[in-house]
């Protein structure tokens, strides 16, 4: 257990000197930890597991394999900059599997929330063991481990970022930034240099918008989904509120009501936007967010999303509601 306790002399890493010194520990540290094996890393494009694979790479460059699983569930681009920043500008030996249709076939007519997220657990694993059963050599399993995480699990962290690994896949773990807070985790990715939008990236859940298309998925509602938070976003990041809001999102449920577009009546869903602040999750409250933008996202979002007819806006603080719907 004296691995996962962080030292009380342990130094707060807030500048990129800091992170520096810490980057070339690490990598001393991942050098003599895996010599000339391989390690294997579930790389989902979070905050954690990116840090941890530009670690992993600026110590042991193609001896670390990436997967990513684009399970069909991620937000607009996003396992687009996973293949451009690692693929590409980091020339990692990244392993990209398309599994949106395998995800969305199983989630068909499925609208029970927990029924929903054991499904997409479940075959995330089973994606992630066929492709490590396809490999040879691999004698490490990477995590994007963070201290919160030992903390909240009194050190028993069963494989956090992929979700629960079969049992007969035996690996030692390499965990470099088990000790670090978020805050320190980001510092640390800014001096890897990957993207700020990367290291910044808020909290996303592992089911990614299979919680955030209420009810039974259905192809055309998970893009009108998809399309509509990208507006959000957008409009969030040149607004200035990226920083402020710690998750901002659209949820869609499934339900219709009439509107009107080009002087026709017009079927469509809504489309609720959520976006609260918070520390530590169990409770959060509301930002406020001017109307004129409100105004203009709501117009940006019923012209451009094929689908959408109505934005709404959730006022809910955690308690009373979750701050994801399902």
């Not at 979002?301 to 709404?312: F, K, P, Q, S």
Request: charged share 25%.
């Amino acid at each position: 257990m004296s691995g996962n306790v962080r030292p009380e002399s342990m130094t707060r890493i807030t500048t990129a000197q800091l992170a520096n010194a810490f980057i070339d520990q690490q990598v001393a540290e991942i050098r003599a930890q895996v010599g000339d094996k391989k390690v294997l890393l579930a790389l989902s494009g979070g905050v954690d597991s990116s840090v941890v694979a530009a670690l992993l790479i600026k110590a042991i460059g193609k001896q670390l394999v990436c997967v990513h699983v684009n399970h069909g569930l991620m937000r607009k681009g996003e396992s687009e900059q996973v293949i451009e920043v690692f693929g590409n500008e980091l020339d990692a030996n990244l392993i990209y599997v398309d599994a949106t249709d395998r995800f969305l076939d199983l989630l068909a007519g499925v609208s029970d929330p927990e029924k929903k997220r054991k499904i997409i657990g479940g075959e995330f694993i089973k994606v992630f063991d066929e492709e490590a059963s396809k490999l040879q050599g691999i004698s490490f399993l990477a995590q994007g481990t963070i201290y919160p995480d030992i903390l909240e699990s009194h050190g028993v962290k069963a494989h956090h970022n992929v979700g629960g690994l079969p049992e007969d896949m035996q690996f030692e773990l390499v965990e470099p930034v088990k000790l670090l807070y978020k805050d320190e985790v980001r510092v640390v990715g800014e001096a890897l240099g990957l993207p700020h939008a990367m290291v910044y990236r808020q909290p996303f859940p592992g089911p990614g918008l299979g919680v955030r298309c209420l009810g039974a998925i259905t192809r055309d509602r998970l893009h009108a989904l998809r399309e509509a938070d990208a507006i959000l976003r957008e409009e969030f990041d040149k607004n200035g509120l990226a920083g402020k809001v710690w998750q901002y999102f659209i949820a869609v449920p499934d339900f219709k009501s009439v509107g009107v577009r080009d002087d026709k009546r017009y079927e469509g869903w809504p489309a609720i936007i959520r976006a609260v602040n918070t520390t530590d999750a169990m409770s959060a409250t509301i930002e406020e967010i001017p109307y004129a933008l409100l105004h203009h996202i709501t117009d940006r979002i019923t012209h451009e999303v094929e689908g959408i007819n109505r934005v709404l806006l959730d006022l809910t603080p955690k308690p009373i509601g979750t701050i994801e719907w399902e």
